[in-house]
């Protein structure tokens, strides 16, 4: 079991910017993958984007969204610009192992959940 402990998540107007961060217990190792999910009040949860040890990205949210990991610190970031209030949710920071790790991840088939984070963003 890897530990995940999200940060960062706040209230913002729509236009800024966030970096939510996500502190594992341990850092990612070969066949590793960690992701970024979100939940919104009475709607599915749904995948922001996964990345494997290579630290290849793949996002469902494009162009806006960056996810990346400094496996030194054992620490996953997710840059959130021009956030809109369709971005408002609970976050939600995943990892998982093993074959085809970044495809489970994508369906959440994660084996480690963390707490969440919140972020609002008004108009």
Same mark, same amino acid.
């Given at each position: 079991?890897v530990?995940?402990?999200e940060?960062? =998540?706040d209230?913002? !107007?729509? =236009?800024?910017?966030?970096?939510?961060?996500c502190? /594992?217990?341990?850092?990612m190792?070969?066949?590793?993958c960690? =992701?970024w999910?979100? !939940?919104?009040?009475?709607?599915?949860?749904?995948?922001?984007?996964? $990345?494997?040890?290579?630290?290849r990205?793949?996002? /469902?949210?494009?162009g806006?969204?960056? $996810?990346?990991?400094?496996?030194?610190?054992?620490i996953l970031?997710l840059?959130?610009?021009n956030?809109?209030p369709e971005d408002?949710?609970?976050?939600? @920071?995943?990892?998982?192992s =093993?074959?085809? @790790?970044? /495809?489970r991840?994508?369906r959440?088939?994660?084996?480690?959940w963390g !707490?969440?984070?919140?972020v609002?963003v008004s108009?």
């Open positions: 079991q530990q995940l402990v940060s960062g =998540g209230s913002v !107007q729509a =236009g800024g910017s966030l970096r939510l961060t502190t /594992a217990s341990r850092g190792r070969e066949r590793d960690m =992701g999910f979100r !939940q919104a009040p009475g709607k599915e949860r749904e995948v922001v984007g996964v $990345i494997d040890n290579d630290g990205p793949t996002y /469902a949210v494009k806006r969204f960056t $996810i990346s990991n400094d496996n030194a610190k054992n970031y840059q959130m610009n956030l809109t408002s949710a609970m976050y939600y @920071c995943v990892s998982a =093993g074959l085809a @790790c970044k /495809a991840l994508w959440g088939d994660a084996t480690n !707490q969440g984070t919140q609002t108009s």
